[in-house]
């Protein structure tokens, strides 16, 4: 499983820093996109927050809100700090993710003494167009965090620097509740390397077991959503894991919401999606590319030379794509953010098939080809997918909200801010003061632009139907604009 590493020659560490650079400028160019993202929704709670912070505070299980304190607290009061907050908080976000991207490279190299295995894995990894959902929105910013304290915390106890693996573990504790999976996943690793389990690793379970205690407690007094009770149903389970399978093979997020079940046919509503040629290049060229790879996957299998190591990676890729899944897989909820980790090791899979292909020298232009039509159908699947997850709708209203907000004579005389829904509501509530509360959540808005109004308050009509005396009214299509959709 683990042959030694050919060190390369000085042309090749050359050639190696100039694809290194071509890759993350190829990485901004696909998700740019990213950088016209506002804050929107749980945004405006976190700010409101986090305006000043308070470790004590930091540290406290009492909340009504996951406890996530690093990405959360702790990031918006850094994030209000920088300079163009919008800007340098993106590029922040990108850096740290491309960090643990380039970890994951290092990690996947120890560990399999492969280089092309662990360049195809990061760059199917790297540009799949899921990453929308992690990047794009500052509230789950919690997911790059997580992954990349994680990745760097296994890559420093595969190289037994167990100090700094445990603080970057703790800081991913802190991060997100499926940390706490951690210690078992690199027990794992470890042993497989060395064959032997170091006592360090009683900490890592001692640490572990503070925080399953700390994450209980918090989601006992948290108020109950109904989209987050568990159910102990198989097939709820076994549907989750199929949909969560097949968006990290490409399929689009939305998928779902147009199927009976994953066997039936869509809706005919969503064959209206491929009246956009972007569309069109995306799906079918996801058909195109996922068709390839189970040929090739198909062909290695049956494959003798290269069976035995493939099997066992396959296998344990696709326990821990479950493993990591198994906290959402009985709940309703579904949302492709989720993915952040468990695609780690549908890409390797994949990094695997096209490495194990990549020994024949007749296969070497296809492979190449290969890729390159997985980064074509992610950078159409990426767009697509900044329209399918709302962000653009969403930046749209709270970017058109500094427009209104920023009139200071409209409201000076304001004690209440009403927002009052459109005479013809074209989507229900989709176009209306309900849509509005939730992309400025609730009242939180009023401390990001309103910073000095201490005493102002907002009503949504879709509660109260009449604006209360002294109101000042917003109609919800000064904020709305119906063709970011």
């Known amino acids: 499983m683990m042959n030694k590493i050919n060190k390369p020659n000085i042309l090749e560490i050359n050639y190696s820093r100039y694809i290194l650079f071509g890759i993350f400028v190829l990485f901004f160019v696909f998700f740019v996109g990213a950088f016209s ?32 304190p690093l ?8 994030l209000q700090r920088l ?30 003494k ?12 790297l540009f799949h167009f899921s990453h929308v959902y992690q990047l794009y929105w500052f ?5 790059v965090a997580q992954f990349t304290l994680l990745i760097s915390s296994l890559y420093f106890t595969l190289r037994k620097r167990f100090a700094i693996s445990i603080v970057l573990f703790v800081l991913a504790l802190f991060s997100k509740e499926q940390a706490i999976l951690f210690p078992f996943v690199a027990l794992f690793f470890y042993y497989l390397i060395y064959k032997k389990i170091p006592t360090i690793f009683f900490l890592y379970f001692f640490l572990d077991s503070i925080f399953v205690c700390l994450h209980l407690f918090v989601n006992f007094q948290m108020p109950i959503l ?18 969560y399978g097949l968006w990290s093979l490409g399929f689009p997020a939305m998928m779902p919401d147009y199927m009976r079940s994953i066997f039936s046919l869509p809706f005919g509503a969503f064959w209206t999606y491929f009246s956009s040629p972007g569309f069109s290049f995306y799906f079918f060229g996801m058909l195109l590319y996922t068709f390839i790879i189970v040929i090739f ?16 990676y396959f296998f344990v890729g696709s326990v821990l794509f479950i493993l990591f899944l198994l906290p959402v897989l009985p ?18 899979i994949q990094g695997l098939v096209l490495a194990s292909l990549w020994k024949y020298k007749k296969m070497k232009l296809f492979i190449v080809l290969l890729v390159a039509l997985y980064l074509v159908w992610n950078y159409f699947g990426i767009k697509q997918h900044e329209v399918i997850s709302t962000y653009k709708l969403e930046s749209s209203i709270t970017k058109q909200a500094i427009n209104v907000f920023s009139n200071e004579n409209r409201f000076e005389k304001c004690k209440i801010l009403f927002i009052k829904d459109p005479k013809r509501m074209n989507m229900s509530s989709w176009d209306g003061s309900e849509k509005l509360a939730l992309s400025l959540s609730g009242d939180s808005f009023l401390s990001y632009y309103f910073p000095k109004r201490d005493d102002l308050k907002v009503e949504y009509e879709y509660v109260i139907k009449k604006p209360s005396i002294g109101s000042c009214i917003i109609n919800a299509d000064e904020l709305i604009q119906y063709n970011a959709k």
């Open 114 to 125: 492969n280089r092309i295995l662990s360049l195809f894995s990061s760059i199917l990894y």
């Open 226 to 243: 109904q989209e987050y009770i568990i159910h102990i149903s198989p097939k709820l389970i076994i549907n989750n894991a199929l949909w």
């Open 83 to 112: 300079p163009f907050p919008i800007l340098t908080g993106h590029i922040f976000v990108f850096i740290i993710f491309l960090l643990g991207v380039f970890i994951l490279y290092k990690t996947l190299l120890l560990f399999t």
């Open 139 to 143: 509230a789950t910013f919690q997911e």
């Open 37 to 68: 993202t506002h804050f929107f929704s749980d945004d405006y709670k976190f700010l409101a927050a986090s305006k000043a912070f308070n470790f004590l505070l930091f540290l406290s299980p009492i909340r009504t809100t996951f406890y996530r």
């Open 297 to 312: 996957l198909s062909f290695t299998f049956v494959n003798i030379k290269v069976k035995k190591n493939f099997v066992i």
């Open 331 to 348: 709940i309703i909820h579904r949302w492709m953010v989720r993915l952040t980790i468990p695609l780690v090791f549908i890409s390797t």
């Open 71 to 78: 990405p959360t607290e702790f990031f918006y009061f850094i």
